[in-house]
């Protein structure tokens, strides 16, 4: 197995697993969004004059619905500014290419002065190249790998977070549905009609009793 190869596709296998983890973060952003709108709904719907027990139950499951998605919401802040939880902790990437191209210059430099041959050189500073960018590879891999796990292991949590809310606000439709049953805009109303004496003029009786 040749080691640079396999510390190169390392490398790169990591930075794909960034950027797939990176895009995860959307799901519990959207699903929060929407939990949030829900939330707003309830609250400016609802009637607190109602059933003092449908109302505790409806409060209960609202607010801890709330604090599970203040939760997945320090979650997801934590999983996109890394340096919050570590200061240490910064993504690496390869140098540009300018700074690899000076750094391979460098080297046949250091070698053209050791009175090498022109083969030598080549052959030297190549080595020394290669060696500086699979080391490269090998120590930037592990930084990236490790950054990938805390961001994962916060994207993880804002997800239970979430989940946990959705149910919680789901079930607060049940007390929510009870109320708005019960809102007296909403019950129906019958008006009770009183029967009227029937009063009829003379005329009218007489023609009844000869019709």
């Not at 707003?40 to 599970?68: D, E, P, R």
């Not at 809310?165 to 079930?171: G, V």
């Not at 109320?179 to 003029?201: C, G, T």
Request: hydrophobic fraction near 40%.
């Amino acid at each position: 197995m040749d080691l640079f190869e396999h510390f190169k596709e390392t490398y790169h296998k990591e930075n794909e697993r960034t950027k797939i983890i990176q895009d995860g973060l959307t799901i519990p952003i959207g699903i929060i969004s929407v939990l949030t709108t829900l939330i707003t709904f309830y609250l400016f719907n609802f009637n607190y004059f109602s059933f003092i027990l449908v109302v505790i139950i409806f409060i209960g499951l609202v607010a801890s619905g709330s604090i599970f998605i203040v939760l997945g919401v320090v979650n997801i802040y934590k999983a996109y500014n890394i340096t919050t939880v570590n200061p240490s902790l910064s993504y690496r990437y390869l140098p540009v290419a300018k700074e690899q191209e000076n750094y391979f210059l460098e080297l046949r430099e250091y070698y053209k002065k050791e009175g090498l041959t022109e083969k030598d050189v080549e052959a030297n500073a190549m080595r020394d190249f290669k060696d500086y960018l699979q080391e490269f590879y090998v120590k930037s891999a592990t930084n990236n790998t490790d950054i990938n796990l805390t961001t994962n292991d916060f994207l993880t949590k804002s997800k239970g977070n979430t989940f946990i809310a959705l149910i919680l606000l789901i079930s607060a439709g049940i007390p929510y549905g009870i109320n708005y049953a019960y809102k007296p805009e909403n019950i129906n109303k019958f008006e009770i009609i009183k029967s009227v004496p029937l009063q009829l003029d003379s005329n009218t009786i007489k023609t009844l009793k000869h019709g």
